[in-house]
């Protein structure tokens, strides 16, 4: 909702590196998501890191946090056609109810 | 396991109709949610329970009722349809983890 903020598209070529980025205005925000929506599916978690960690890395996706500017960042490596996909950013004060950012339409080029 | 599984995939409404979405998960999570997601807005949190016999509103809820009367299900009604209502209906279900496991989801016009 009001409280995430991403931009609405990205495009890439496939093979170059993907940076999407969020912003969030809660300074309780404990949890940080990333989470996948390929179309005509339901979202699938990517990753997720916790507000007193800056970079979380797994495989070819690298989170980066910066708490003071509350702003996250999820790089994808490598960007491959499978990618193409909504990315949502999401946030929590606990770890049970979220607020999501509008998604970011990321859409792969060859 | 199935996951978490929505019936029906789509459905037409006609406006002042009312209707139920099923919602079911086999993982014996304690945590379920109702969001609809429209296009540009993200998901928007409609109603959630944190166990059976345990429901509580979300930022949307107007217009939706819930229950909650087993742990496996988690049916969202809607009473008097409003062509506000068109969207994508996502539940979800989530255990002991971080993740939330989302159904496929339900297309819901309301003309």
Redesign the interface.
């Known amino acids: 909702g009001e409280d995430v903020e991403q931009s609405l598209f990205l495009s890439v070529r496939e093979g170059d590196s993907s940076v999407i980025n969020c912003t969030y205005t809660d300074s309780s925000s404990t949890y940080l998501y990333w989470y996948k929506q390929e179309p005509g599916a339901g979202l699938q978690l990517l990753t997720y890191i916790f507000s007193n960690m800056d970079m979380k890395q797994d495989q070819r996706l690298t989170v980066l946090l910066n708490k003071k500017d509350k702003h996250l960042s999820l790089r994808i490596a490598d960007t491959q056609t499978g990618d193409s996909a909504i990315y949502f950013c999401a946030e929590s004060s606990n770890d049970y109810k979220l607020s999501f950012g509008a998604g970011t339409t990321v859409t792969v080029r060859a | 396991n199935a996951g978490?599984t929505q019936t029906p995939k789509f459905r037409i409404l006609k406006i002042g109709q009312s209707m139920t979405l099923q919602c079911a998960q086999d993982m014996n999570h304690n945590?379920m949610y109702w969001?609809r997601q429209d296009p540009?807005?993200?998901?928007?949190?409609i109603y959630?329970s944190?166990g059976a016999g345990i429901t509580d509103k979300g930022?949307v809820p107007n217009g939706y009722n819930v229950s909650r009367s087993t742990t496996e299900d988690f049916p969202l009604r809607l009473e008097l349809a409003a062509p506000s209502q068109t969207s994508v209906y996502?539940c979800?279900s989530?255990g002991t983890s971080?993740?939330?496991y989302?159904?496929?989801?339900t297309r819901l016009t309301v003309t």
């Open positions: 978490v945590y969001y540009g807005m993200g998901l928007k949190l959630y944190v930022e996502f979800a989530k971080y993740e939330q989302f159904g496929p989801g």
